[in-house]
């Protein structure tokens, strides 16, 4: 499979010199995986930067701007209901692009699913075909490469921290078109940035209540 995520954020502050920040996420996420779903490999090259690069990356585009996120997967069913995955993964969820290791225990019924584990947990219940309702915790981080015209071209990383609680919907009306939507609470949040100054801002934040809408369309098998 072959896909194209595209993420558009804009941080703004009250109280510090520091102008709002337009940053871009352009991913290319490419999978393989067995037809049982025993194994799955993801390969993602991604660009991370502010608009001003992003609008012009051609000639502005540098190294720092792209980056390579990856997962190695393994699952296994241990009876029709029950069985458990892990994975190594290497992206930017906790705040920078790192490696971490993910397990779950899976749990399926013919109209529910739960994915219980670390760092992230799911359950799904499927009332009708096409709609499932669920529940999710999970680490939501970014990070960019930022370039500052306002101090004549300093480039510093924009990270962002937080986890996140959701009550989720999907609706699929159609077969690879699917709408999903969610609304929960952005906690343990924390951002770091440079300022307008040069100053580095290191920071928690407080827990936010926030919502996403998201519409995805997928083809092939």
Known sequence: RVGLDYAYTRFAFEGL???PRDLHHLELPLAWRDLDDGWLVVAAPIVATSSNVFKDFHRRGTRDDVDLH?????QRWRGASHGWRIALLRDSAFGEARFYPEAAFLWRSPVARAELG???????WQP???LAVGAAVFPAGAAWHVVSDERGGAEFDYRARAWRAA????WQPWRGLRASAQAGLAFRRHYRFEDDTGAIIN???????????ELRWQWGV
Do not use: E, K, V
């Open 17 to 19: 010199p520091t102008r």
């Open 70 to 74: 990856l997962r190695f997967q393994m």
């Open 118 to 124: 670390l760092p992230s947990s799911r359950i799904h």
């Open 128 to 130: 009708r075909p096409a």
């Open 167 to 170: 009550l989720t919907a999907d």
């Open 203 to 213: 920071r928690d934040a407080g827990s936010a209540p926030y919502w996403r809408l």
